[in-house]
């Protein structure tokens, strides 16, 4: 009833959003919010296909749990990140942030 | 009338079906028309339980502290929540300037939303239960982290400094109780072979899991209290700190709402215990009669909901700092151990019966002496360091 | 218009809605609230794609731990991005422009695979099989315990990392420079 190319739709709509927040936003955490939509989108993709061509295969659900599992690292270091250079610079705008070292 | 107590929830359900058919619906959304007023009963149920669960609170807290507890308000007091209920919503709603009114208004209902919805899981009687899923003890976990969010938006949209520093230290006991709580959950699936809850009660047919996982009870309890903020982890709301804490700016009967879902979230962790370690509504007979067993589920849950109100009454509130070394140096350690002991015996153990359940029961009772041991140790290093400061420093 | 399709639209809307007032909120924390409206939004598309799992992990995972750590830091670096600047870039509209190339690309690929035309999807034998199988496929020695054992040491370096990242200042070791 719901056609495959739904939720491919939805996904790549989901991605585009998420490619914008990241591309047009100042401050680095809504740029990691930008960047949790696109994972998100990715997560959707892959269970879509998951389910409509190889349902009885699990190994796309196993592709759904790392990509997870990775973006949790990634989200827990990315904030990290902008703890300490929010303490050190006292900025997190992604365009003050221009220097390796002063 | 054999039919209908040897099956009165399906009986029910048929009578109603065919009511509702009879009046000219289609089978499909008879079906979806019966399941919404499942839920809108279960959740009306549950919240109209609590009126009599903070009385019960009241009156044991009262009686544990030697006085009497309310007794004006209908015979045995049992009126006083309906009293308190009319005077919160007769009170002045009172937004402070400044707070951030999607959250504020957002954050009570959140609250109240992931304790309802934990109802939907929890097996009440042989076939009386909300949605038969079979990730029903992860769906708990994941529900039961959104009163996690509620609180850290209720005191972030408040535009009150106390109320932010009481969110911050909620939401790190609430996230750091979370890991021993996960790891305890383990323990029944691993027992019971699948996470659906209605899994776990059947397989507790022979012997309840608290004698075969003891530990994992303890600590599962112990988490569970943690996480609700019940005393003594009530550092939360610690009135002579903080001045109450996240909910500080609320009135009226936004605060109602946290406090309703304070109590019910109590209770229900009191059901789930009940459910995963003391095998929910089994009991002598209750296969036959589904009513035998909702009434052995409320007996069950009742029983530990007194003990959460027994702690309650009876231990001082524990520090900040207290709070994370308990966590983290000793339940979730012990968590751990008591997964892996559990796992290596049921693999060792192959045969059902009266030995499996012995060396279960004889490797946890193992391991709380160990544990008990080493704390007696540690307690008696920090004895000596307090008393002879001066021979310890070098 | 069946009602599972109606559920998709709805929550398809919900979802889609809720990921452009991310990216358009000024304000940070609404921000952070629409993402995890966004978030549960996924969950329940999960659960119209029969995942009951993964849609389970992923409201405990995304919003449970992930939501939560964002509003934390938004708290924790509030006192900058006060309302008066601007949240947008300067060339927001090469963003905006780039975006929107990029949804029209995938659109057209979209269209030319007829593989994307299926409409309904393959009965699953047995959920309560495939739950158990996706276990023991990630400790399966010929299956996929190395992307699972890889998995579990980058959330370890991840752990460390963050912990020895947002270490205090105050207590760093004399060998640090920059104060």
């Not at chain 2, 919404?36 to 502290?65: D, P």
């Not at chain 2, 209720?154 to 535009?159: D, E, H, K, R, T």
């Not at chain 2, 996982?213 to 943690?226: E, G, K, N, T, Y």
């Not at chain 2, 520090?319 to 983290?328: G, Y």
Request: neutral net charge; charged residues 10%.
């Amino acid at each position: 009833m719901i056609p495959l190319s739904w939720y491919l739709i939805l996904a790549a709509g989901l991605f585009c959003v998420g490619l914008y927040g990241a591309l047009a936003r100042r401050n680095a955490l809504a740029i990691l919010m930008g960047i949790e939509l696109m994972l998100n989108a990715v997560n959707l993709n892959l269970v879509a296909f998951w389910r409509y061509l190889t349902p009885n295969l699990i190994s796309g659900q196993v592709f759904v749990l790392i990509v997870l599992a990775v973006a949790a690292s990634e989200a827990a270091v990315g904030l990290a990140l902008i703890i300490s250079i929010y303490r050190r610079r006292s900025t997190i705008a992604a365009e003050d942030i221009d220097m390796m070292k002063w | 009338m054999d039919q209908i107590l040897g099956d009165p929830f399906g009986w029910f359900n048929q009578l109603l079906r065919s009511l509702l058919e009879g009046w000219g619906l289609s089978p499909g959304f008879t079906s979806f028309v019966l399941n919404l007023l499942g839920a809108f009963v279960m959740g009306l149920g549950v919240l109209l339980l609590t009126l009599l669960l903070i009385w019960a609170e009241r009156k044991i807290v009262a009686r544990i502290q030697d006085r009497l507890g309310p007794n004006r308000v209908g015979p045995f007091g049992i009126l006083q929540t309906v009293a308190d209920l009319v005077k919160l919503v007769t009170k002045e709603l009172i937004v402070p300037v400044g707070a951030d009114l999607g959250p504020y208004n957002l954050a009570p209902l959140l609250a109240v939303m992931s304790v309802v919805g934990l109802w939907a899981v929890v097996p009440l009687a042989p076939r009386l239960l909300g949605a038969d899923i079979n990730v029903g003890v992860l769906y708990v976990v994941s529900i039961g982290a959104i009163s996690t969010l509620s609180i850290l938006l209720a005191g972030i949209s408040s535009n009150n400094k106390y109320a932010i520093l009481g969110a911050f230290r909620t939401v790190a006991q609430m996230v750091s109780y979370a890991v021993p709580l996960v790891l305890a959950l383990i323990v029944p699936t691993l027992l019971a072979g699948s996470m659906g809850m209605v899994e776990i009660v059947e397989e507790q047919r022979s012997i309840w899991f608290l004698v075969i996982a003891p530990v994992a009870a303890l600590i599962f309890f112990i988490s569970s209290i943690a996480e609700v903020g019940r005393a003594p982890f009530d550092l939360l709301e610690a009135e002579s700190e903080l001045v109450a804490g996240f909910h500080i700016e609320y009135s009226g009967l936004r605060f109602g709402m946290f406090f309703v879902a304070e109590f019910l979230h109590a209770f229900t962790i009191s059901a789930l215990t009940a459910t995963l370690f003391l095998g929910g509504w089994q009991g002598p007979g209750a296969a036959e009669y589904p009513l035998l067993g909702l009434f052995y589920f409320g007996i069950k849950t009742a029983l530990v909901y007194f003990v959460v109100i027994w702690i309650r009454g009876s231990f001082p509130r524990i520090r900040i700092d207290q709070m994370n070394q308990l966590n983290w140096k000793l339940i979730t350690p012990l968590a751990l151990v008591s997964l892996m002991v559990t796992a290596v015996v049921e693999k060792l153990v192959v045969d059902m019966g009266l030995i499996r359940i012995g060396v279960h029961l004889g490797a946890n009772l193992l391991l709380l002496a160990i544990t008990l041991w080493a704390l007696r140790a540690y307690a008696r290093a920090v004895r000596r360091r307090v008393e002879d400061p001066m021979g310890s420093q070098t | 218009m069946t009602a599972t399709q109606f559920v998709f639209l709805l929550t398809g809307a919900v979802t889609l809605g809720a990921a452009l007032l991310v990216v358009l909120s000024p304000r940070l924390v609404h921000a952070a609230l629409w993402l995890i409206l966004s978030l549960a939004g996924t969950a329940v598309l999960f659960v119209l794609l029969e995942a009951s799992f993964l849609a389970v992990v992923q409201v405990a995972i995304y919003i449970d731990a992930i939501a939560i750590l964002i509003i934390i830091v938004i708290m924790l670096t509030r006192r900058v991005m006060i309302r008066g600047e601007a949240q947008i870039t300067r060339n927001w509209w090469l963003g905006a422009i780039s975006a929107l190339i990029f949804l029209g690309g995938l659109l057209v690929l979209l269209n030319m695979m007829p593989i994307t035309a299926i409409d309904t999807p393959p009965t699953i034998a047995d959920t309560n099989q495939l739950l158990e199988d996706l276990g023991r496929s990630l400790v399966d020695v010929d299956r996929f315990i190395l992307p699972f054992e890889v998995a579990s040491i980058l959330l370890l370096a991840a752990l460390i990392g963050s912990i020895m990242i947002a270490w205090p200042l105050s207590t760093r070791a004399e060998g640090e420079g920059d104060q």
